[in-house]
């Protein structure tokens, strides 16, 4: 399975890029993991509706011309579908076998994902409610996707 992480920002806490480094480490037993950083916009406080469209658009634009057309597009958003570990392990499984072998994970910056992003998105997962920044977002995703591995393998871990 090819998995693409593409982020809107860059990562900059070392205590994240480390603990990062350590699941991408743990899942090249099970995967082709990359991560594409997409720049973001700057979005000054006082924009206006329209000019926030504008700019979460270009952030779009950038996050497209990195999905390939055959590949399965889980967006991370705050609205999506909330699912239990083992359930996301079953997703990932089931897209293996039904020949998704290429999957991107979209996370938004801090004005969240464009319409354009969530047309093209094949399905929309959240985390929780809680809205929670993207560098730790993106951690929490690789921990998530080891999990469901190791779930899929019947490979221990932690409870
Ligand atoms: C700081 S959040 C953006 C918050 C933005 N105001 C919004 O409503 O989407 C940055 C990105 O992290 C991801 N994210 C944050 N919290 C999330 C959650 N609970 N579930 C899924 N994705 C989340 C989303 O991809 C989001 O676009």
């Known amino acids: 399975m ?9 990562l900059k806490e070392k205590y994240l890029k480390q603990g990062i480094q350590e699941y991408l480490k743990r899942l090249s037993t099970y995967a082709k993991v990359d ?7 700057k979005a000054p406080e006082n924009l206006s509706e329209a000019q926030m469209l504008h700019v979460k658009q270009k952030e779009g ?6 999905i390939h057309p055959d590949t399965f597009v889980v967006t991370l958003e705050i609205n999506g579908n909330m699912l239990t570990s083992e359930q996301f392990a079953s997703k990932l499984d089931e897209l ?9 994970f979209v996370i938004g910056g801090s004005l969240g994902i464009s319409a354009e992003v969530q047309h093209r998105s094949n399905f929309a997962l959240s985390f929780s409610k809680m809205t929670f920044p993207h560098q730790v ?14 779930i899929n393998r019947g490979e221990p871990y932690h409870k």
């Open 35 to 41: 991560i594409v950083e997409v720049a973001d916009e």
């Open 96 to 104: 293996a076998t039904y020949g998704k072998s290429k999957i991107a």
């Open 137 to 150: 977002m993106r951690f929490i995703l690789l921990e998530q996707v080891y999990r469901a591995f190791r």
């Open 61 to 66: 634009e950038r996050i497209l011309s990195h």
């Open 2 to 10: 090819k998995i693409t992480i593409v982020s809107v920002g860059k």
